[in-house]
């Protein structure tokens, strides 16, 4: 791999730093970053990449790079579509009081200066079920409607209000116990101990389907402190999810290598978010989505192809 630059013109970011990250973006697929790693196997690869572009990512962040901001209340991206404004603000789907109370007021703040509303499905009922204007996608609806096409078992059902993204059973609640018991340590021992241990965890309960799904212990950790104080650490949340994950084209095809169904209802939804947003705004200067905090890097992304004509909405139907 070529030595890099000492140009820091793009900020805490080298030339060559800032060319590796466009590589990346660029990469149609896995087998593209062995030898942006300097890796034989894909999947050492793809761990080696994931480092990596965490850490650059954080500097892109602080460099104002495709950044998280706060236009009104709620934090969030925006891609400008053809002259109209996107922002994408990812949630934490734990229902807290405190979160509900911080979105409405953002949200009736958007709808009374004539703003649009979507909401992943589910959402709309969790938070916005008795406000007038928001709308729910048929992301839910798409993705089974997916998983029966290409004939790959399904284990959610078709009652959107009832489905649980998670599709790791035992193992998983397993895992969110032992994260729960960590968090916990923190009033004893303090979290520089509860860090640790968790990244300990992590190591040692995550799957290959968790690391393109952002579920370690720092984000059960972020998840829980933005449920309960989202004025102040959503905006945390989601930052940690701009960091987690590689570009969709790469997330995706690993994912797709080891759980196609996990793929369909994750990040393949962010691809049918950005489209359903798209294909339906055609007079609101400004829209609004509201979605799970782990789609909002890929919704963003997809939205950032309508921006540059890499995507359309030609062939866009309803599921």
């Known amino acids: 791999m070529a030595s ?13 730093e800032r060319r590796w990250l466009a590589d990346v973006r660029a990469a149609p697929g896995l087998n593209a970053l062995r030898s942006l790693t300097d890796r034989d196997d894909i999947h050492d690869a793809y761990f080696a990449a994931k480092r990596r ?26 891609v400008d579509v053809d002259g109209h404004a996107f922002h994408v603000h990812g949630v934490t ?40 204007g928001v709308c729910a996608m048929d992301d839910y609806r798409w993705a089974m409607a997916r998983c029966r096409e290409l004939g790959v078992e399904a284990h959610v059902g078709d009652e959107f209000d009832d489905i649980v993204e998670d599709l790791a059973g035992g193992a998983s609640q397993f895992r969110e116990a032992a994260f729960e018991l960590v968090d916990r340590g923190a009033e ?19 799957s290959h389907e968790d690391l393109a799904t952002g579920r370690d212990f720092e984000s059960f950790r972020l ?24 570009p969709q084209a790469l997330e995706r095809e690993w994912l797709c290598r080891h759980d196609r169904e996990l793929e369909l209802v994750t990040h393949a939804r962010n691809e049918r ?24 890097p890929g919704v963003a992304e997809y939205l950032e192809a309508h921006a540059d004509g ?10």
């Open 4 to 16: 890099e630059g000492d140009d820091r013109a793009g900020g805490s970011r080298t030339a060559g």
């Open 93 to 132: 789907h734990a229902d807290t009081a405190a979160e509900r109370a911080f979105l409405r007021a953002g949200v009736e703040e958007y709808l009374d200066r004539g703003a649009t509303v979507y909401c992943e499905q589910g959402i709309r009922e969790m938070y916005f079920g008795d406000v007038d």
């Open 188 to 206: 004893v021992y303090g979290d520089r101990f509860r860090d640790a241990l968790g990244t300990v965890a992590s190591q040692f309960l995550r």
């Open 310 to 319: 890499r995507r359309s909405v030609d062939e866009f139907e309803l599921a």
């Open 273 to 296: 978010m950005a489209d359903y947003a798209v294909f339906h705004n055609d007079t609101a200067p400004e829209v609004h989505l509201v979605v799970g905090a782990a789609h909002g």
């Open 53 to 78: 572009w965490r850490r650059l990512r954080e500097a892109e962040l602080d460099d104002g790079v495709r950044p998280i901001r706060v236009d009104g209340a709620v934090p969030g991206r925006r």
């Open 223 to 246: 998840r829980g402190e933005a449920a309960d104080h989202p004025e102040t650490d959503l905006e945390r949340l989601q930052r940690y999810y701009e960091r987690a994950f590689l």
